[in-house]
């Protein structure tokens, strides 16, 4: 992410990342360049279909913590976020975020599946039982957090909708509401913001539809009223405040991947053997600590996903 960048890089190089930001985002607006870039593709196509179902005794609420993880408070979690949607810094989404109306809320699913339609928000959640997971959140940008969310396993929403059998992939969508939304008049990104998973990976038993965290409903900031976690895969994975569920047969595109595809590939899997190009990503900063941790490889969930990819590069497909 060319705006993007760990937090403890000096500030001496802030300038020219800006610059070289500003620069990028006027040639992109100008149509110099195109927002897509050229022939950087990060994934390719060895990853169709899915891989075998991954068990049902894996999960237990807070499984693949660490002996020393403690959640972050609701301050930090609710203060400093990644939401372009309402600003690049980290305080802009709390602070540009309280204008924006998570309900009344529709979600609409569409594409490879026998039950498509337009679901208000409580047909799509009061349905399901709400669970308790607690994960950590790992961002591209090198720091980390844990969090103790509530929500709904994507695996029990996605049956309900009973996706075809040619349905390889699930791709989300952001809300687009420039008016409600300041970052999205801007050409940050390309809005709406964009995600997907292939179909193994959605129905992971990791994989939660949050519709809360510190059992009260989503802040608007963490992405109300439902956002998308996927706790071993980098954070920009998951998108906030869908409106869309697609089930689609091909690898769909994902905003970061668009905007950077030398950075930024649709796996995404936390992976402290491949660096990002312009960092490291061995370690990490726990937000509301100084020393820096060891990067753990999928986060630290290994054993619940490194199944889904065994046989594939993981330096190629990153
Ligand atoms: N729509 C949307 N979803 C998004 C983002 C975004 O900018 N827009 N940022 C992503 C990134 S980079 C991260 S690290 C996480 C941060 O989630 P949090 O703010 O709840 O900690 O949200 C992800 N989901
Ligand atoms: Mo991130």
């Not at 980290?90 to 924006?100: M, Q, R």
Request: charge should be neutral; proline fraction near 8%.
């Amino acid at each position: 992410m060319w705006i993007k960048r760990p937090d403890d890089i000096p500030s001496s190089e802030i300038t020219d990342e800006k610059l070289y930001i500003n620069r990028r985002r006027f040639l992109v607006a100008a149509g110099v360049i195109g927002a897509t870039g050229a022939g950087l593709l990060g994934c390719n196509s060895d990853a169709e279909g899915s891989n075998a179902g991954t068990g049902a005794d894996l999960m237990t609420a807070g499984a693949g913590q660490e002996p020393d993880d403690k959640p972050n408070t609701y301050e930090q979690i609710t203060s400093y976020n990644n939401f372009y949607e309402f600003g690049t810094d980290k305080e802009d989404p709390k602070g540009n975020s309280a204008g924006f109306h998570p309900q009344p809320w529709t979600v609409r699913v569409e594409g490879l599946c026998k039950k498509p339609g337009d679901y208000h928000f409580d047909d799509l959640v009061k349905p399901h039982k709400v669970v308790d997971r607690t994960y950590r959140l790992r961002c591209v940008e090198a720091w980390s957090m844990v969090i103790p969310w509530q929500g709904i396993p994507l695996a029990e929403m996605i049956k309900r909708f009973e996706p075809q059998p040619s349905a390889k992939f699930v791709a989300f969508t952001t809300v687009m509401r420039p008016n409600e939304m300041p970052g999205q008049r801007r050409p940050v990104l390309q809005w709406p913001y964009v995600e997907g998973l292939r179909m193994d990976e959605a129905t992971n038993d990791l994989t939660l539809m949050a519709t809360g965290l510190y059992g009260k409903p989503l802040p608007n900031q963490d992405g109300a009223p439902i956002r998308l976690i996927v706790p071993w895969k980098y954070g920009f994975k998951g998108i906030k405040s869908i409106v869309k569920i697609a089930f689609v047969d091909k690898q769909p595109e994902t905003t970061w991947n668009i905007a950077a595809p030398d950075e930024y590939g649709f796996y995404a899997n936390v992976n402290p053997e491949v660096d990002h190009p312009r960092w490291s990503q061995a370690t990490e900063r726990r937000i509301g600590e100084f020393r820096r941790r060891r990067t753990l490889m999928f986060n630290g969930y290994a054993d619940k996903v490194a199944s889904m990819y065994s046989g594939m590069d993981l330096r190629r497909n990153y």
